[in-house]
């Protein structure tokens, strides 16, 4: 059974904090990252992908990825109240259908 | 330009009605997909077509019909669904099939009553 997990939230940061999301996985063969950002009523929208271990910036996002431990996080820095979403962790294997963790629901307190 | 577009954007059907969700994108993506999404869930992953042809069937109920006429077009046909059936459904599409960075549309709000 492959599966993504992340951790549960709500995660509540105060505005300019660093708000930090982590995500493991199941399938050592899993290839491909991605991070999504959700609306309220919204579709998901692609944030960050990534593909080898180590970092990733754009911007005040910043994934890493950590094969070894099968460990993929997200960093928000300088938090925004925009910023204000459910975060979805999503990781691609070689049957080429996208695994959703269950979301982490951040909110940026101003 | 990253836009996948999706109609219509509300959508309340009886449990006996025929109707069809439309997506379109114009990126040169040749996988694309139908995700169904209920409230505080992940999206949950219904249909895979790459090349125009239906490579992937979540074991979804045949009251679900998809379609892909052409590479940038494709079609989600619903019939005698269910009240449980209410959901977000979502379009996506990428490159191609192999793991790649997925685009979603804005989806369809459906109610069956």
């Known amino acids: 059974q492959k599966e993504v997990e992340q951790n549960s939230g709500p995660l509540s940061v105060p505005e300019g904090a660093i708000a930090s999301l982590n995500c493991t996985y199941s399938d050592r063969g899993s290839q491909s990252f991605f991070w999504y950002r959700q609306y309220s009523g919204k579709s998901p929208e692609l944030i960050m992908s990534?593909?080898?271990?180590g970092d990733k910036e754009d911007g005040r996002f910043t994934a890493q990825l950590n094969k070894a431990s099968q460990y993929v996080s997200l960093l928000i820095r300088d938090s925004q109240p925009s910023d204000s979403a459910t975060y979805l962790c999503a990781v691609n294997s070689n049957d080429y259908k996208l695994s959703f963790g269950a979301g982490t629901t951040v909110t940026v307190r101003a | 330009d990253t836009e996948v577009t999706q109609t219509p954007k509300h959508l309340v059907m009886g449990m006996t009605n025929k109707k069809s969700l439309k997506c379109e994108q114009h990126m040169g993506h040749r996988a694309m997909y139908w995700y169904k999404q209920k409230a505080k869930k992940p999206p949950e992953l219904m249909f895979v077509y790459s090349y125009e042809k239906l490579s992937i069937n979540e074991s979804v109920p045949s009251r679900f019909s998809p379609e892909c006429p052409n590479s940038s077009l494709l079609n989600l046909h619903l019939h005698a669904l269910q009240p449980e059936d209410s959901a977000l459904y979502l379009c996506a599409s990428s490159l191609s099939a192999k793991p790649d960075e997925q685009y979603f549309g804005p989806g369809t709000r459906l109610t069956v009553t």
């Open positions: 990534i593909y080898s271990n």
